[in-house]
Each structure stands twice: as structure tokens, then as C-alpha cells.
């Protein structure tokens, strides 16, 4: 088959070649051509290679959203070795954790970052780590320019053996490396999300399985309204997220088209670039959407090219979806998946959208629901869990056997993800959510593994238990509330120091933004945390306020 012949889930050989001269990316206003795109990606994959390098070996990529992300990441895997995007706002803690997991022995970071890398090198296997700036691809006038009015963070690196700067690398003159990969064995990345045990796990993904659904969006989704070639595609997601990358990659890049690519998602930008450059297509999560409904300045911007809309994280909320059409005469599809099982489903675009519903299942992906006690299929109209298999993907996690048992499940010879998202299929297979596992709460379009927030107060000296819920709220889907349970001889404990001890460990929007202390929590018989008992106390106490208000 022809996708066995590719290196990596996309066309970009063959689209730099076609269009060379078409813009690729735009980044902080500076115009990179495929041709350019190409040029210093071969020139990064040299350099990588140069530095020792190979195939298999894990790479870390910790960085925002840049021109230097996207030329790490497919430099990485020209030369056959795998990418592991994280989030930059990660703290050491959770770096620690992951670099030791995967086993990368090469990091690439911002040099504000540089102090957490330098602080955990020593317990890790690193051997080389790249630095770089957010504007270090752009022209020095710009940097000039930047560093006068002060617009542009840096930070302070010490360099030292084995430390090595992103524009040095690119400084190697570009050769042709022969790397043979099988895209059905071999990586291409390592994501990480929550685990049900406290510690993020690693979902390794092999070439053929994001190449599958790439494709799938590319053929049965976007074809037939994308204009090859000729589009534009606003890139405001971070592209660590398995759901901006691919439709980076589906919209973008494998159609020889423009991609304008925010390193943070500040709304005035955004509606800049979209104004500026004539963006038809564009992602957002539920929190933008509604950031950019309530932007007071929202007029003085022509929004009138956008024409295909996708939101995903979460489910869109009603009042959101109708707004956004009042306003702007088009509506919000969704897109449905997972780290672990890829894009999944997608709303069919020509047609009005129906509320709640998340979708139609790509066809590389064979979805079921089914009752999550006895993993029996459900009928039709009847809620369940959602599983989801494709033939393409790995199906368990990075080293973690037990987290792997609890997610997947043989099913009539097949091999299941299980969701953790309750919801309804159609007769005609579409899919209509219903609500999510009491241990995934989303803020902000981000997954956060309630039971990772709780091992962590659960760290402290003077927690003895802690339960991590999500509170229903119409700005951000969910904030996160932690209830905790002190020693009997704790004294002076309160709220700010168990949230400073969480800043410390985890990334911002992993941080509880209430604290509550109790004397016990709710339990099973067999000792299992009642999270769900607590959520729905919860919206019984939100329930309650909003009828002594109205009254």
C-alpha cells in the first residue's frame, strides 16, 4: 500500500515539492514557504543526527507552539526517531517523571524553561539538551524590536557540555538520510496524558495509526470544501494536543496551504489574524469560543472569511453554539477523540449540525457503546460507555501494563479503548454525548486525571485522603475542587499552602481552584473513592444557589 511507503502521516515531500512557493506558515507575521519549511526541517534532522541521534531514540520536545516546533517535530521523525511533545508549562515534577519515562536522552526547550531541565538532568537520562527562543526564526529586527519594547521572555542558560542551541543546529548543511521505517511497527510519537493511578502515562503512536485518520478526515471530512492549495488555517491549539495536531497537519500542511500559528491564544491576536489573513478554517475550544463571543471589541474585526469552524476538548455548550451562529450565520462542528484512540468522530460538515451530538465515527475507527459493568453492547437511543478500536493503532499504554488492563478491553476478538464518556448512538451511528467519567474533569479544553491532582495532595505531610472533582462552570466546562482529608495533629494547614504545594508539582490548569477540608470521604465497601457521590453533590449545591437566586 502507498501508506506503507511513507515516513511519517503526511504528504509534506510531495506538497513542498508542488508548492514550494506557497506559504506554509506564518509565525509572529513571518512568511515560511514549503520550500523554506522543507529546507529547515533537513537541516534540523542533519543536525539531530550529527549530535548522535538515531533512530527509536526518544525526543522530547518542550516547547509552545513555533515555527522551531513544527521543524522539530517532523526533523525528529525524518531520521526514524520519536517524538515526545509536552506541555511547556510543565513544571519539573512532571518533566522528571515523563523524560524518565520515555527514556528520551535529548530535550528541546525554551530557555525561560532551561532552569527545570537543568534542576532534573541529573536524575534523568539526558545527554543533550537544545535551547531555543520564541523568536529565534524570525529576522533580527523583529527580535531587535521585541527585546526594546520588552515583548519577548528569556531566560538564562548556562552552557555547558551537552547543551547545545536550537540555531546552531541549524546550522548543518541538509543531507539525505536513508532511514527505513515500518509504519505499522515503528514510532512516531509518545503523548502523555492522566493515569487512573496518579502519574501521567505515555501513549505510544505508531505511523500507520495517524496516518489513518488524517487521511480519513482528509477524504470523507474536509474534501469536497477545502480548497487545495488555496486556504488558510489558524493554528491556535497546542500542537502537543493529538486534536490541533492533526488538524494542523489533515488542513493545513498535507493540502499545500497556509497555516498561521499563534504561540499563545491571547483573543485580540487572534481575531487579528484571522481579519489579516482571510482564515476560513478554524479549532477552538469551548472556553475560546465564548472568550471570543464576549470580547467587547469583537466588532471592530471582519470575521466574514471564516466559513468552517471545528470545536473539541469538550462538549460545546447549547447557549455557545447558538450564539456563535446568531452572530456570524455559520455554525461549530465538533470533533470527538482521544489521546489514545486518535481523532474518533467529527460532525459532517454541509449540514446543520444537531445539539449534543459529537459526531460520526471515521471510518478507520469502529465505535460501540456498551454497559460499563458487563461490557455488553447497548440498543440504540440507550446510553453506555463508549469503546473505540481501529486496526491501525497500538492498543495499550508506554511500559504501564496495569494502566493498559484497566483501559482496554478484548471485546469478540477486538481490542478497545474504553472512552470513560457515557453517551447515545443513533441508528445512523451518530454520537451523542451524554457526560463524562467522574474521573476526567475538563478545564479549558484540558483533560485533567482527577486521580494525578490527588496523588499529589496526598504527598503532603498532612493529607491523609483526598477527593478531586469538577465543578460545573459555563466559562471554563469545569474548575477543579479538591476535598481533603488532614491528620488528626495537623496545625496552621490550610487552603493557600496545600494550592502553593500543587503549583509547585503540577501545571496551571491542573491546580485546584477551591480546597475544601472534611473529615472523611465518601467510600465503597471495598474502600474504592466515590468521586461520582461528591460531583453530584456538588450540582446539587449549584442547583440549590441558582433557585435562591431566582428567588
Known amino acids: ?40 526541517i533537513r537541516r534540523f534532522a542533519t543536525g539531530l543526527h550529527n549530535l548522535g541521534v538515531r533512530k527509536g531514540d526518544r525526543v522530547m520536545i518542550y516547547i509552545q507552539n513555533c515555527i522551531q516546533w513544527v521543524i522539530a517535530f ?53 545527554k543533550r539538551v537544545i535551547i531555543t527562543n ?9 527580535r531587535a524590536v521585541g527585546a526594546l519594547f520588552d515583548k519577548i521572555p528569556h531566560g538564562k542558560v548556562e552552557r555547558n557540555e551537552g547543551v547545545y542551541s536550537f540555531k546552531e543546529i541549524m546550522k548543518s548543511p541538509p543531507t539525505h538520510l536513508k532511514v527505513e521505517l515500518d509504519p505499522w511497527k515503528d514510532l512516531s510519537y509518545i503523548l502523555y496524558t492522566g493515569g487512573t493511578t496518579g502519574s501521567p502515562k505515555g501513549v505510544p503512536g505508531n505511523h500507520i495509526g495517524m496516518i489513518s485518520y488524517v487521511r480519513d478526515i482528509m477524504d470523507d471530512v474536509v474534501g469536497g470544501y477545502l480548497r487545495e492549495g488555496e486556504d488558510s488555517y489558524i493554528a491556535v491549539n497546542p500542537l502537543f494536543h493529538i486534536m490541533a495536531l492533526g488538524l494542523f497537519v489533515a488542513v493545513g500542511l498535507n493540502y499545500g496551504n497556509m497555516s498561521i500559528l499563534m504561540p499563545v491564544p491571547q483573543v485580540d491576536a487572534i481575531l487579528k489574524a484571522i481579519q489579516r489573513y482571510k482564515v476560513r ?45 446568531e452572530l456570524f450565520g455559520i455554525p461549530i462542528y465538533q470533533v470527538y477523540g482521544s489521546t489514545e484512540a486518535g481523532h474518533v468522530t467529527y460532525s459532517p460538515l454541509g449540514k446543520k449540525p444537531k445539539l449534543m451530538s459529537v ?87 484540558y483533560r485533567v486525571a482527577a486521580s494525578e491532582v490527588e496523588a499529589v495532595l496526598q504527598d503532603h505531610q498532612t493529607v491523609i485522603g483526598a477527593c478531586v472533582v469538577g ?81
Not at 532534573?120 to 539526558?126: A, C, D, E, K, N
Not at 469560543?289 to 466559513?307: G, P, Q, V
Not at 476478538?413 to 445512523?428: A, I, N, S
Not at 509547585?504 to 472534611?518: D, H, T
Open 471 to 551: 465543578v460545573p462552570d459555563p466559562k471554563v466546562g469545569e474548575r477543579i475542587k479538591a476535598i481533603v482529608v488532614l491528620k488528626e495533629d495537623a496545625r496552621g494547614v490550610g487552603g493557600s499552602e496545600l494550592t502553593n504545594w500543587c503549583r509547585e508539582r503540577l501545571a496551571p490548569y491542573k491546580v485546584p481552584q477551591y480546597i475544601e477540608f472534611r473529615d472523611m470521604l465518601p467510600k465503597s465497601k471495598v474502600g474504592k473513592l466515590l468521586r461520582r457521590e461528591i460531583r453530584d453533590e456538588e450540582r446539587r449545591r449549584l442547583a440549590n444557589e441558582k433557585k435562591a437566586v431566582k428567588v
Open 281 to 325: 478554517w478554524f479549532l477552538g475550544v469551548p472556553a475560546l469560543y465564548r472568550m471570543i463571543l464576549e470580547n467587547d471589541r469583537l466588532d471592530r474585526y471582519d470575521l466574514s472569511y471564516l466559513r468552517y469552524c471545528y470545536c473539541g476538548g469538550d462538549v460545546l455548550p447549547v447557549e455557545v453554539f447558538n450564539r456563535w451562529k
Open 74 to 126: 517532523f526533523g525528529i521523525q525524518k531520521i526514524g526517531a520519536v517524538a515526545v511533545p509536552v506541555a511547556p508549562i510543565y513544571t519539573s515534577h512532571e518533566i522528571e517523571f515523563m523524560v524518565n519515562d520515555s527514556g528520551a536522552e535529548t530535550i528541546i526547550c525554551q530557555d525561560t524553561n532551561f532552569g527545570y531541565v537543568k534542576e532534573i538532568s541529573p536524575s534523568t537520562p539526558l
Open 134 to 142: 520564541l523568536v529565534d526564526m524570525v529576522p533580527i529586527w523583529k
Open 359 to 445: 459526531g460520526v465515527p471515521l471510518k478507520s475507527r469502529h465505535c460501540i457503546v456498551v454497559d460499563p459493568d458487563t461490557l455488553k453492547q447497548v440498543p440504540p437511543g440507550e446510553t453506555g460507555e463508549l469503546l473505540v478500536t481501529s486496526n491501525y493503532t497500538i492498543k495499550g499504554y508506554w511500559q504501564r501494563p496495569d494502566e493498559t488492563a484497566r483501559s482496554y478491553v478484548e471485546i469478540d476478538g477486538q481490542v478497545y479503548y474504553r472512552m470513560g464518556d457515557y453517551v447515545q448512538q443513533d441508528e445512523k451511528r451518530e454520537i451523542y454525548y451524554i457526560e463524562r467519567s467522574a474521573d476526567i474533569i475538563k478545564y479549558k479544553g
Open 1 to 40: 500500500m502507498a501508506e506503507e511507503r511513507e515516513y511519517t502521516f503526511t504528504r509534506l515531500d510531495e506538497i513542498c515539492k508542488k508548492y514550494p512557493d506557497n506559504t506554509a506558515i506564518i509565525y509572529l507575521g513571518e512568511r515560511f514557504s514549503y520550500a523554506t519549511l522543507s529546507e529547515l
